[in-house]
DNA sequence: ATATCAGTACGGCACGTGCCGTGTCGAAAT
DNA sequence: ATTTCGACACGGCACGTGCCGTACTGATAT
C-alpha cells in the first residue's frame, strides 16, 4: 500500500510525464511494449487462477519483469487489471441508432452484458468490481474510464430518442438509465445467476411497455 | 519449541466439529456465549478499521479469543463478518400492508437501503457484498440469508397487491422486484453515489406511474 | 553518462495449523 | 457424597508459508 499518493490527476497508472503524449522516441516505445506484456500477463494468469488468487509477484515471474517495474506503474493489483482489461476495449464500442430506440438498447445493452458477464473477461470484471468495494481508488477509476462511458451512450441514445418524440419530453434520461442497468448488476453481482440475453430483453420489454411515448412518465 | 517432545500418545485430540450442537447442556452455553463475544468484536473492530484492514488475528486478540476458536466456527472472514452483521437482525424486519402497495413499498425499501448503505453497518455492508465477488461460499450465504428473504418479502407484498386488483394479473412479481432494488445496489457498488430516500422516491414514482393496475404490463 | 531494466534480497504482516496446559463439564467409580 | 476420570473446548504460543512493498545490484540500451 501506499505506492505513490501523489495525486496524479484521476489516472491509476503511473506514466512519467515524459510518456505521456510522446510516443515518437525509442524509449517510449519500449516502456509501452513491456507494459502491454505486463498486462497481457496479468489477463492470462488472472484467467488460469482468477483474480484471488492472482499476485503481483507471479505476474512479475510470468512476464520477465521485475516487481519494481510493476510498481512503478501501478498501485495496486486492482489497478493493474483494471488498466489491463481496458487497454483491450480502448477504442470503445459505437453503437447503432437505427431510430429504433428499443432495438438499439438491446444491442447495446446486449454488447455490454457479453463483456461483463462472460468468459474471458466477464468473472475478472466481476472481481473487480468487487475489489472496487473496499478500495476507492479503484471505484473511482472503474466508474470514470468505464461505466460513465458506457452510461453516457445510453444516455445518449435515450436523449436521442426523447428529441425524436419517441420518448416523453418529461422522461428522466438519468434515472431510466439506471433502471435499466440496475437490474443487470443486481443478477450479476448479487444474485449470482446467469444474465442472459433473453433476461435483458424481458427487462426492455417489461419496461417500454410501461414507459412508451404515450405515457405521462 | 522442543520442551515436552517426549512420549505423547498419538491420540487425535481435534475432532470434527459439530457445528450446531443442542443448547441444552451448560457447555453448549458457553460456546454461545464466546460466539457471540467474538461476533460483536467484529463488528467492532470492522466498524473503527473497516473490512479490509479486518484481521483474524486482531480480532482473536481483542476478543481474548484463541485464533483456532474462531477457525473452528467460520471458515473465512466473511463467514465471520456475515454472520456477524445477520446476528442483530435474526428476527428480521416486519412490513406493513396497509393496503397501499407503493407507500408499503417505500417503507420496505427505506428501510433495507437504511441497513444496507448507512452507518453504522452499511459500509460492512458494502465490503462484504465486495468478498462475495471473489468468494462463492460468501455469496451464497449472503444471498441465502440476506437477500432472498429481503427479495421474498417485496414479493410477497407485491402479489398480495396483484390479488387485490392492483396490478395486472401478468404482473411479473420477480422482474419487478428486480426492477426496484437493481438501481439501489447500482447506485451503492457502481457509481457509488449516496443512496438517499428521495432517490428511492423517485425510482418508485417513475415505476409506478408507468406499470399501475390499467397497464397491460 | 544516464536511465531503465530484471533479478534478488529483505523486513513485515497475516494466514492457517500444529501442540501445549488449563478449566469445565458429565459420568463412572469409590 | 465424594472422588476420579475422560471428553472437550479453550487461550496462548510458535511455526512455516505466501505475498506485500521497498531497496540494492549489475546488466543493457541510448
Partial sequence: MGACQRGRELSIRHVPYRYRDVMTDKRSQRAADRTEAIMRTTLELGQEIGYAKLSIEAVAARAGAGKHTIYRRWP?????????????????????????????LRVQIHAAVDLLARPPFGPLFQALIGEAQHEPQVAAA????????????????????????????????????????????????????????????RILDALFTGIGPTQAY
Same sequence: chains 1, 2.
Fill in 76 to 104: 495496486s493489483k486492482g489497478a493493474l487489471l483494471l488498466d489491463s482489461l481496458l487497454s483491450l476495449n480502448e477504442a470503445g464500442l459505437d453503437y447503432p441508432d437505427t431510430g429504433d430506440i428499443v432495438a438499439d
Fill in 142 to 201: 472503474l466508474n470514470e474510464r468505464f461505466i460513465a462511458p458506457q452510461a453516457d451512450k445510453t444516455v445518449a441514445r435515450l436523449r436521442a430518442a426523447r428529441d425524436q418524440g419517441q420518448l416523453s419530453p418529461q422522461f428522466d434520461l438519468e434515472l431510466a438509465m439506471a433502471i435499466l442497468s440496475g437490474p443487470l448488476y443486481f443478477q450479476l453481482l448479487i444474485t449470482q445467476e446467469p444474465l442472459t440475453h433473453e433476461y435483458v430483453d
